[in-house]
């Protein structure tokens, strides 16, 4: 493979809205680029950039995919990004590792919310950007309209280099406004035919000339001064003016086209090569000292020490882990060695290589600015940082967007939960947007994750990887039951059965603590009425007791016990007849102490436009939520307020349907409260019934 270097690197992460065609673009590049035979996404599912199954079968892009074309002496490194918000965190990493993003805006339904979503990622990481409206042969296709949507979505003025000859099925090819030359895309194997400008769209294209040049002219003083004094720049200035503004963000270009006929493809790649900063043009990688915490630094020089950020995760049963990174600094070789100050262990490269989807081309060596993989790493992950031990950085890893859903797991085959165990924690490896845990109280498995289709394809992924097949629950609440109420009372045990027999004899005072309390025990025996051997027994009694209430079988929490008096036998008595007297006294003094369930509180956040606040709150209300306050977050207004958690256990997809696909949230618990009488009889119903059908 012809070597390259960093300045003829393009790093770029395709990103928009699910739906606007940003895989058939990277499939158009890789067909343009001479790479593949097949023009657009193919509909057979034998894409390149979306090879997995579960890809396929719902033709959306879950993951994203890695592959590399060569273009006028450049090299385009393609990231082609899901649009989902259920798998917005693989678009983040690769916002993280680029160097410039292609938004992709449908010429039909404009900015949608993903696409608000990926700018202001990209914003996070001072990307440079370029516009493409695509799908301009659409039914109502208008690029106009959209140019509107981006300037008031978006709050940018986007700069049309290039504008459509037609639209919807008349649309016959787009104008090169740089060149003010037509542009047609007639030619099978994706070649460009240029020609004049149509006489009816002189006028127009003249316009947006004029509205180009003075953009352009706006990011450079000396290119200002000589269009205010001729009204006009040469080509040269022109391409040297546009470069400058694009890699500093004062200009953001729009092109357009149709990716699935090729139409706009390869100018877009022109324009991604000419216009787009190279690694070199970023500020250098910052990071810290992994042993001082200092400030550290990298340039993109083949000569400075060796860093590189892993960005995603790939586990597969058969080829084992598959570790993608960005070089930032350095260069590395097959069968070289680095550190790993995440994770404090050196490890060894084995064959570095280059991705093409799922294909893979060797790499000899890597440099600054390459996204390159390598196989089967044993403790390196997503987020950690590949450098050398004697001059180490660290960099600061992508934050994981919380989970909003959660499923209990359950193995649909006796036997198979360490096989689950194992499959989950290989996913997490992969995806860090799922996690799973064991609920200490419920004992059950609990997945969480970003949607119920992120759900529902991670088990997929899990019986396809790894052989194993769950069922999905609704998780149990795990309610809580505490006490209103104070009494006294005596927990007396005494068995005799021949031989020693067991006397245990205890008073208690049982009384509520506040809310969060938790448990309180207090030692009040005066005058040796219990042998001070036995009193720590008759504590672990209570506190066995205390695991499942009297109400529904729920732990009680928040209460006192004292115990102030008892008795017992010289011959019988023993720590376990303590222990076993505790917890009858305590069983017996719960139900007197007018019990009551306790239901998770959880505080929950929901960012959602304007103009969909009446009905999110009239919903968070009828949850039997409470508002709590709202602030401003751009375009967007962010609800503050606090639900109970069984009432948003299936809040994603009515939040979506709410809102259209553009309300998000985020919650984490707060505390316990009571719950209202006419639920607690429903909930108290229903475990009473759990129980009597488990026998």
């Known amino acids: 493979m012809a070597k390259h270097d960093s300045k003829s690197i393009r790093n770029i992460a395709i990103v928009g809205h699910g739906g606007t065609g940003k895989t058939s673009i990277?499939?158009?590049?890789?067909?343009?680029?001479?790479?593949?035979?097949r023009l657009g996404r193919p509909d057979d599912g034998t894409s390149i950039m979306d090879w997995e199954p579960e890809e396929q079968k719902r033709r959306i892009s879950i993951s994203a995919a890695a592959a590399f074309v060569e273009w006028d002496k450049h090299r385009i490194n393609i990231l082609d990004t899901p649009g989902d918000a259920n798998f917005a965190m693989d678009t983040k990493s690769c916002l993280r590792v680029a160097d410039g993003a292609v938004v992709v805006v449908d010429a039909v339904g404009g900015v949608e919310f993903q696409t608000e979503k990926v700018w202001e990622a990209s914003d996070e990481y001072t990307l440079p950007r370029l516009i493409f409206i695509n799908k301009m042969d659409r039914e109502r296709a208008n690029f106009?309209?959209?140019?509107?949507?981006?300037?008031?979505?978006?709050?940018?003025?986007?700069?049309?280099?290039?504008?459509?000859?037609?639209?919807?099925?008349?649309?016959k090819g787009i104008i090169d406004l740089m060149q003010m030359k037509a542009l047609f895309f007639d030619d099978p194997k994706g070649k460009v035919k240029a020609g004049d400008i149509p006489a009816e769209l002189a006028n127009e294209a003249k316009k947006y000339r004029e509205a180009m040049t003075e953009d352009i002219a706006e990011c450079d003083?000396?290119?200002?001064d000589k269009y205010l004094e001729s009204g006009e720049l040469t080509p040269e200035e022109l391409k040297a003016g546009l470069r400058k503004g694009v890699v500093s963000g004062a200009l953001f270009p729009v092109a357009c086209g149709v990716a699935n006929r090729n139409i706009g493809i390869a100018p877009l790649m022109d324009l991604i090569a000419a216009a787009m900063p190279s690694p070199l043009d970023r500020v250098e990688a910052r990071g810290k000292n992994p042993s001082t915490g200092a400030d550290e630094k990298r340039n993109p020089d083949e000569k400075a020490p060796f860093s590189a950020y892993v960005f995603k995760t790939i586990s597969d049963p058969f080829a084992g882990r598959l570790t993608l990174f960005r070089v930032y600094s350095g260069t590395a070789s097959s069968d070289g060695t680095f550190f790993n100050p995440t994770r404090k262990t050196t490890e060894r490269f084995?064959?570095?290589?280059?991705?093409?989807?799922?294909?893979?081309?060797?790499?000899e060596s890597v440099v600054p600015g390459d996204i390159a993989a390598v196989a089967k790493l044993k403790e390196t992950f997503t987020g950690d940082t590949m450098t050398e031990e004697k001059n180490p950085i660290q960099y600061e890893k992508v934050q994981p967007i919380p989970a909003i859903i959660s499923f209990a797991v359950q193995p649909k085959s006796k036997g198979d939960e360490e096989k689950i165990m194992s499959g989950l924690n290989r996913l997490v490896e992969e995806d860090p947007t799922l996690n799973y845990r064991r609920d200490e109280q419920t004992r059950e498995i609990i997945l969480s994750g970003m949607g119920q289709v992120h759900i529902e394809i991670a088990v997929e992924k899990m019986k396809r990887k790894f052989g194993v097949e769950v069922t999905l629950t609704t998780p149990k609440v795990p309610y809580k039951e505490t006490l209103k109420g104070k009494t006294t009372v005596q927990g007396r045990y005494k068995k005799q059965s021949g031989g020693r027999g067991q006397f245990g004899d205890t008073w208690l005072e049982i009384e509520p603590l506040p809310r969060g309390g938790g448990f309180e025990f207090a030692d009040k025996i005066v005058g040796g009425a219990i042998p001070r051997n036995y009193i720590p027994a008759v504590e672990k009694g209570i506190v066995e007791a205390m695991l499942e209430g009297v109400l529904a079988g729920y732990p009680v929490v928040d209460v006192k016990v004292s115990l102030f008096d008892g008795s017992f036998h010289t011959v019988d008595s023993s720590e376990m007849a303590f222990k076993i007297a505790g917890s009858m006294g305590f069983k017996k003094g719960v139900e007197q102490c007018n019990p009551t369930l306790l239901e998770p509180i959880v505080n929950i956040d929901i960012e959602i436009p304007d103009e969909y606040m009446g009905d999110v709150i009239g919903d968070l209300n009828s949850r039997r939520g409470r508002v709590i306050g709202m602030e401003?977050?751009?375009?967007?207004?962010?609800?503050?307020g606090q639900v109970p958690l069984a009432e948003i256990l299936r809040y994603a997809p009515d939040?979506?349907?709410i809102t259209s696909g553009r309300g998000t949230f985020t919650y984490t618990h707060s505390h316990y409260e009571e719950v209202p009488p006419m639920i607690a009889e429903k909930v108290i119903a229903a475990a009473r019934r759990e129980k009597e059908e488990k026998g």
């Open 26 to 37: 990277a499939e158009s590049m890789l067909f343009v680029s001479g790479k593949t035979d």
């Open 144 to 171: 106009e309209s959209t140019l509107n949507s981006v300037k008031e979505k978006l709050g940018k003025k986007g700069t049309p280099l290039f504008i459509p000859i037609g639209a919807e099925d008349k649309l």
């Open 221 to 224: 003083e000396a290119l200002m």
């Open 350 to 363: 084995g064959n570095i290589f280059y991705l093409d989807g799922k294909s893979q081309k060797p790499a």
């Open 632 to 640: 401003p977050r751009g375009h967007n207004q962010i609800i503050k």
């Open 655 to 657: 939040l979506r349907s």
